[in-house]
């Protein structure tokens, strides 16, 4: 069974930064994409981030453009999100999520890691 295991978590000061990782662990798995998704208190998740683990193309939400970047260490089968410019409104849970080959959507979740971004 895939496990992801986010890391990296924490509270911040407007403007800062912070760096989440995501590490898959568990029998070999063939990945077609890995991605970032978060949830604000109240809210429903969004999709910030993902990247084709094939070629390392990456796709972003507007709102994190220029801000965050996904990047990965493909051998460690682990996907980052570097996290700058931090704004209360990126205050949330923010899960990692695998989607296999094969499968039509995410298909394996972390558990969340809580970023809170406030003064």
């Known amino acids: 069974q895939v496990q992801l295991v986010e890391s990296g978590g924490g509270q911040v000061q407007p403007g800062g930064s912070l760096k989440l990782s995501c590490a898959a662990s568990?029998?070999?798995?063939?990945?077609?994409?890995m991605a970032w998704f978060r949830q604000a208190p109240g809210k429903e998740r969004e999709f910030v981030a993902r990247?084709?683990?094939?070629?390392?193309?990456?796709y972003y939400a507007d709102f994190v453009k220029g801000r965050f970047t996904i990047s990965r260490a493909k051998s460690m089968n682990t996907v980052y999100l570097q996290m700058n410019s931090l704004k209360p409104e990126d205050t949330g849970v923010y899960y990692c999520a695998a989607q296999l080959v094969g499968a039509s959507t995410y298909n394996r979740w972390g558990q969340g890691t809580q970023i809170t971004v406030s003064s």
């Open positions: 568990g029998r070999p798995f063939n990945t077609y994409a």
């Open positions: 990247m084709r683990w094939s070629n390392g193309e990456t």
